[in-house]
């Protein structure tokens, strides 16, 4: 209708409110009056006062600032990446393949994408959702790992936390005893020659013999080392 008025000032600047709304058209009854002469008067103002707000639109090697973080998984990358892409109108496959590829960071993927050298965009989602499994299937995993488990690792990481069997002690199963009314070598003869335990195996003579106190000896294992002499 406004081309068909095109030589009509007064048709045309009746008809422009006509195919406007929301913000445009506000704005349009908002001028003040008499401040329009012509159609040309109008367009202008009124692209003048909407260029601010013009999209700005990327072209392709907006591609190239996109860099995949260190610690960034690949689905992260990927939705980031296919957000800016939609912001590029026309863009070459090819293009966002290349882009996609040399972005991407040092590390496993990485890696697979460089022996995989996918050819075309399919390919490389391909590979992509199966790396993204594998990274959720992990999380998983480990989120599932018994308590246990972890300390054990923690334990085992860290020698320092380990009980150090030389402060072993034994605790007494009673508070009190009934005293001894015998020394303890005939009661240890008394019990191995009424068989009450089984008798030990003979233990072999400490090899350093300089360390062997001959003085003493042990009923109970009938042997002078000094190692077992300290049990008794």
């Not at 159609?39 to 692209?47: I, R, Y």
């Not at 293009?95 to 994408?113: D, M, N, P, W």
């Not at 303890?184 to 350093?208: F, G, M, V, W």
Request: charged share 25%; net charge positive; glycine share 2%.
């Amino acid at each position: 209708m406004m081309f068909m008025n095109k030589e009509s000032d007064p048709i045309l600047c009746q008809t422009f409110p006509t195919f406007v709304d929301g913000a445009a058209l506000i704005w349009f009854s908002n001028l003040p009056e008499g401040s329009i002469s012509n159609f040309d008067v109008l367009a202008d103002q009124f692209v003048n006062h909407f260029t601010a707000s013009k999209i700005y639109v990327h072209n392709s090697d907006y591609l190239s600032t996109i860099k995949q973080g260190l610690h960034e998984s690949p689905k992260d990358y990927m939705t980031r990446f296919a957000e800016a892409t939609n912001e590029i109108p026309n863009l070459n496959p090819e293009v966002y393949l290349h882009a996609l590829k040399s972005s991407l960071c040092l590390g496993k993927f990485q890696e697979t994408i460089v022996i995989v050298k996918p050819k075309i965009l399919a390919e490389f989602r391909e590979k992509a959702i199966t790396q993204i499994k594998i990274e959720e299937l992990r999380a998983l995993r480990k989120a599932e790992k018994p308590t246990s488990n972890r300390e054990d690792e923690k334990r085992n990481k860290h020698p320092s936390s380990r009980t150090d069997q030389r402060s072993f002690r034994l605790t007494p199963k009673f508070n009190s005893y009934t005293p001894l009314n015998t020394n303890r070598e005939d009661i240890i003869k008394d019990i191995l020659h009424s068989k009450l335990i089984k008798p030990p195996n003979r233990a072999s003579t400490y090899q350093d013999q300089r360390y062997v106190d001959k003085s003493k000896y042990c009923t109970f294992h009938q042997n002078t080392d000094t190692q077992q002499m300290t049990a008794l």
